[in-house]
């Protein structure tokens, strides 16, 4: 059996502000596996064991570009190690001049953005003076670039922590700003169902089922109850099927219907999504020491 360490319950913990001991219990029906145990609290717990999944634990901003007539628009993830280099001016004019450089140059990848020419020399000669400048690692982790169909509205949130832009066909400027507020705030996993992923949907109808049979509902019922929880789920993360955050009567499918308008595309960064800072165990670490110093 593995063995179910203190880091291991405070990671699930803070992922799923569930009770200590049924991180402890989730991980040791799970053999330690965090995902899996993840979504045994999600069985057992409902809603409320996946509510922090969405934290966010790398620091840095998203910078963007937008050109004047709305056509031509980048965003990109800029991250460093604390929240202080976050706020760190010569950061946020770099943040602010890749977004530029990707609007303008249109590189393939990160890679391509490095071998860029920023003020005399590489973005990757530029980046490294940096890191030597402030002491810290400072890295590109991905970026998006839009030529529109119609109009790109852009949104800054949470110090630059939150970044949205959405490419918007009719409408008008107000109604685009209100969509990337609206994203920024219900940050949909997509446009509409075709574009979740078909894990996604499987795991969801695999927590209905196994929540459904250990209601004790009938087997006869389980994947008619799974279809219903399925569609519900595309509902909520898809930005169509969301209530309008201004008028929760009716979707963003609706409004954009009763303005003759639609959305081409849409890109939303949150800062360090998906990304886990390494977890120290001290205990362990202190006990590793201590042993060492007796060998010697």
């Not at 969801?204 to 250990?214: S, Y």
């Amino acid at each position: 059996m593995a063995e179910i360490t203190a880091s291991m319950v405070k990671e699930l913990r803070e992922k799923t502000d569930a009770p200590m001991m049924e991180c402890k219990k989730a991980l040791t029906e799970a053999a330690g596996d965090l995902a899996k145990a993840e979504e045994i609290l999600r069985i057992k717990l409902g809603n409320k064991a996946s509510k922090a999944a969405a934290r966010v634990t790398a620091e840095g901003i998203v910078g963007t570009h937008l050109s004047a007539d709305g056509k031509l628009a980048a965003m990109v993830e800029l991250n460093c190690e604390t929240d202080f280099v976050a706020k760190n001016d010569d950061f946020i004019a770099l943040a602010a001049s890749l977004a530029t450089l990707i609007a303008e140059k249109n590189p393939a990848d990160v890679e391509a953005l490095a071998a860029l020419e920023l003020n005399g020399q590489t973005v990757e000669q530029f980046r490294s003076a940096l890191v030597g400048k402030i002491g810290e690692n400072v890295s590109v982790r991905r970026f998006v670039r839009i030529e529109a169909q119609g109009r790109v509205a852009s949104y800054i949130h949470a110090g630059a922590r939150i970044g949205v832009l959405v490419d918007l066909v009719g409408g008008d400027e107000q109604m685009g700003k209100d969509l990337a507020m609206h994203i920024a705030a219900s940050k949909p996993k997509s446009l509409d169902s075709t574009g979740v992923p078909a894990e996604l949907i499987e795991a969801e109808r695999r927590i209905a089922i196994e929540k459904a049979r250990e209601a004790g509902k009938p087997d006869a019922m389980l994947e008619k109850i799974a279809d219903g929880t399925v569609q519900k789920y595309l509902k909520e993360v898809t930005l169509l099927g969301q209530p309008f955050v201004k008028d929760d009567k009716q979707t963003v499918e609706a409004l954009l219907k009763s303005r003759s308008a639609s959305i081409a595309s849409f890109a939303l960064y949150v800062v360090g999504e998906g990304i886990e800072k390494k977890a120290n165990d001290f205990a362990a670490e202190v006990a590793a020491q201590a042993a060492a110093a007796a060998q010697k």
